[in-house]
């Protein structure tokens, strides 16, 4: 107990600081800029990234000793309400609400909600092409790559720029951190009572949410939403709600498209065929909808897989394999052009993504000499085949991907496996903040801490699962009574 204390007492003083820090460096930074001054994306120097990317990863720390003990302990007691979680976390996701983003990001999404109000198609106009007040802060100036819900929300929060920019983004930080609170209160109601309260206090502060689906804001919270409602509703086979979460969570991001082959493959195998038909019939009508409306060519489809980032590396394994193709290029010009290392790349990324394909199919070929028809086996295969997109396949991963990650080994606490990877890779994007520009240290970190705990952990979950060989006995030894009673 008196260990917890110190944790949350180091917790308590990191939160704090980070909340201020990054409240006064967003404000200085609004202004600077209003004023003319050079725009940057995350850190303004060094020395500022240090102390809040070495503050983000202590916090990190001292959370993973903390869920540690949270998990092998019986100090919290395990009938506790929501009602107290919320009143015993207040400080943490408060503060997170405080703090200002990382990043410009949230200006982004208010520059689409401007867009919409004048409008402008976002998926059609580039964000660099339409000038708005909120112009000097956009960093992407591509097409708008988020759904039409993220683009309500934009829209919405837009309408409070009259007053301030500022109170604009805080009104899309309230809607952020409710949707945190209301997560957290639907797997506290989704989890049984004996694992209630600790997955969900442990959810709800998680630092990794904290920091980007509260304080940055960023629209993967409404992902994680149409995920938790997914899971309650499929459980229920409410399967017009199990509908609208799975096309809710794509029309706020484009992720939840590669959870549709496990939806259709459960739908059939428990012989909900009738449903299936009715939802792809129900997809086509939603897809002919936006055809009409605001996506009307294959431009503003394309606009949503985030074309911007082909041919661009970030903290991924082709991050770390064009590392490796610059030096033979710098210390051997002669045996690789840049042309080739680009064409190299490119075949490397294809064939990661066809790897990530023929897991896929694997996956779901081996699912049917194991199904049994439990929500919660689906939740982990789907879990599963996220977190190996991420790790293996995506070429551009930012901090805040895996957070989905978190949602769904929150939903299945029992998948141990699953669960300590997602730890050590929310764990490793953490860092990311810390190591700044360093591109090749930054990818080791993400990409290797979460392989590598993968791997021991899969060793060690084996090897308690295996059991110990018994010794034989001598056959002679055995009289007739003792071979029936072996027998028996």
Not at 316 to 322: D, G, R, V, Y
Request: charged share 10%.
């Amino acid at each position: 107990m008196n260990k917890n204390r110190g944790l949350i007492t180091i917790a308590l003083m990191l939160t704090t600081f980070l909340s201020v820090v990054l409240l006064y460096l967003g404000v200085d930074k609004f202004y600077y800029v209003l004023a003319g001054g050079r725009k940057f994306a995350t850190f303004p120097d060094l020395r500022t990234q240090l102390a809040i990317g070495g503050s983000y990863l202590l916090l990190s720390i001292v959370y993973l000793i903390w869920i540690a003990n949270l998990l092998s302990s019986s100090w919290m007691h395990s009938t506790w309400s929501f009602r107290t979680i919320l009143l015993r976390t207040s400080f943490f996701w408060i503060s997170a609400f405080i703090a200002y983003p990382l990043g410009n990001d949230t200006y982004l999404y208010l520059h689409a909600g401007l867009m919409n109000l004048s409008g402008a198609n976002p998926y059609l106009i580039r964000a660099a092409s339409y000038i708005t007040q909120l112009s000097p802060y956009v960093d992407w100036g591509q097409t708008s790559t988020y759904g039409m819900l993220s683009q309500v929300l934009f829209t919405f929060s837009a309408v409070f720029i009259t007053i301030s920019p500022i109170v604009a983004l805080y009104v899309f930080k309230l809607i952020c951190l409710l949707l945190h609170l209301l997560n957290s209160y639907l797997i506290w109601r989704w989890l049984p009572v004996p694992e209630r309260s600790r997955i969900t206090i442990a959810y709800l502060l998680h630092p990794l949410l904290l920091m980007e689906q509260v304080s940055s804001a960023h629209v993967d919270i409404l992902v994680s939403t149409s995920l938790i409602i997914f899971a309650l509703s499929f459980a229920r086979q409410r399967f017009w709600i199990t509908f609208a979460a799975l096309w809710g969570g794509f029309l706020g991001k484009t992720l939840p498209i590669i959870w549709a082959p496990w939806v259709a493959v459960t739908l059939l195998r428990q012989g909900h065929w009738k449903w299936l038909i009715a939802m792809i019939l129900g997809s086509g009508a939603i897809m002919t909808g936006l055809s009409f409306t605001v996506m009307p060519n294959l431009a503003a489809w394309q606009s949503i897989l985030n074309p911007g980032v082909a041919g661009q590396y970030q903290s991924s394994l082709m991050a770390i394999s064009k590392f490796a193709l610059d030096l033979i290029r710098i210390f051997k010009p002669e045996q690789l052009t840049l042309l080739q290392q680009q064409a190299m790349l490119a075949k490397l990324s294809s064939a990661a993504l066809l790897g990530f394909f023929g897991f896929y199919c694997w996956q779901l070929w081996r699912s049917d000499k194991r199904w049994n028809q439990t929500p919660q086996m689906l939740l982990e295969d789907m879990g599963w085949t996220t977190l190996v997109l991420m790790l293996f396949a995506t070429s551009w991963l930012m901090p805040w991907y895996c957070s989905i990650l978190i949602t769904f080994a929150a939903l299945v606490p029992q998948a141990r496996l699953f669960g300590l990877t997602t730890l050590a890779f929310a764990f490793s994007s953490s860092a990311q903040y810390f190591f700044g520009l360093n591109s090749s240290l930054k990818s080791l970190i993400s990409i290797g801490i979460p392989i590598l705990a993968l791997i021991i952990g899969a060793i060690m979950l084996r090897s308690k699962h295996t059991p110990p060989p018994e010794a034989p006995q001598p056959i002679e030894r055995l009289t007739g009574s003792d071979a029936a009673a072996e027998l028996n």
